[in-house]
């Protein structure tokens, strides 16, 4: 157990709707990070947080935003939702901001879009 | 020129073999090649990195080795084990502009 926790575990919508995921890091981690795995993709880094603040930005449409709550905290939002959004999402956490730090996984949220 | 390429998709070793995964990157921007271990329903963790100031870095059974000219870093697992059946990872990242390009991931089994 990483101490990573996603919520919800699976996630099944429509086409066109919204959804919120739900990321809390492991106790005493600054950053947060988004990814995305699909079968045919692999891992695609979406977004890293760190102590509230945007740290950097990967292959994030503009139809997914995120934020980090004071709490550290973190939420990724997908709206407009597409057949192809449908992926497992990850959510990672390290201690500092830097990009050699450490990542840590959690178990991930499955979306299904139908 | 973001991409990592990775090889083999998927491999088949007999328990006691050695397990070699390759990847290839084009960035030389790059300066932090990490690979991660996933097992079926679990995030990917962390297994071991490597800068590229170093050719070669062993940690147990697990080995990184760099070629920095080539642009090439590969993972030897030695006597490999039915539990290291999983899916791993190579990622490259540049420190400078936060870059996590990851791999699109090797399927290891190995047979007992």
């Known amino acids: 157990d990483s101490g990573v926790t996603q919520t919800p575990k699976h996630l099944i919508t429509a086409t066109g709707q919204r959804v919120t995921l739900r990321c809390s890091p492991r106790s005493g981690d600054l950053s947060v990070y988004w990814y995305q795995q699909s079968l045919d993709q692999g891992l695609q880094f979406l977004i890293q947080?760190?102590?509230?603040?945007?740290?950097a930005k990967g292959n994030i449409l503009e139809r997914f935003s995120a934020q980090q709550f004071p709490d550290l905290h973190s939420e990724l939002n997908l709206s407009s939702l597409e057949l192809g959004d449908s992926a497992l999402y990850f959510c990672?956490?390290?201690?500092?901001?830097?990009?050699?730090?450490?990542?840590?996984f959690g178990p991930g949220t499955r979306l299904t879009v139908l | 020129q973001q991409q990592v390429k990775q090889s083999p998709q998927s491999l088949i070793v007999q328990k006691g073999g050695i397990s070699i995964i390759n990847c290839a990157y084009e960035n030389t921007a790059f300066d932090y090649f990490p690979w991660y271990q996933q097992f079926p329903g679990k995030g990917p963790a962390l297994l071991i990195a490597?800068?590229?100031?170093?050719s070669e870095k062993k940690e147990g059974r697990f080995t990184i080795s760099f070629n920095k000219s080539a642009k090439q870093f590969s993972l030897h697992i030695m006597d490999s084990q039915p539990g290291d059946s999983a899916t791993y990872f190579c990622?490259?990242?540049?420190?400078?502009?936060?870059?996590?390009?990851f791999g699109t991931g090797t399927r290891l089994k190995v047979l007992a």
């Open positions: 490597i800068r590229p100031d170093v």
């Open positions: 990622a490259a990242i540049a420190s400078g502009t936060y870059k996590y390009i």
């Open positions: 947080y760190y102590n509230g603040e945007e740290r």
């Open positions: 990672a956490s390290s201690v500092g901001g830097t990009s050699n730090n450490e990542q840590f």
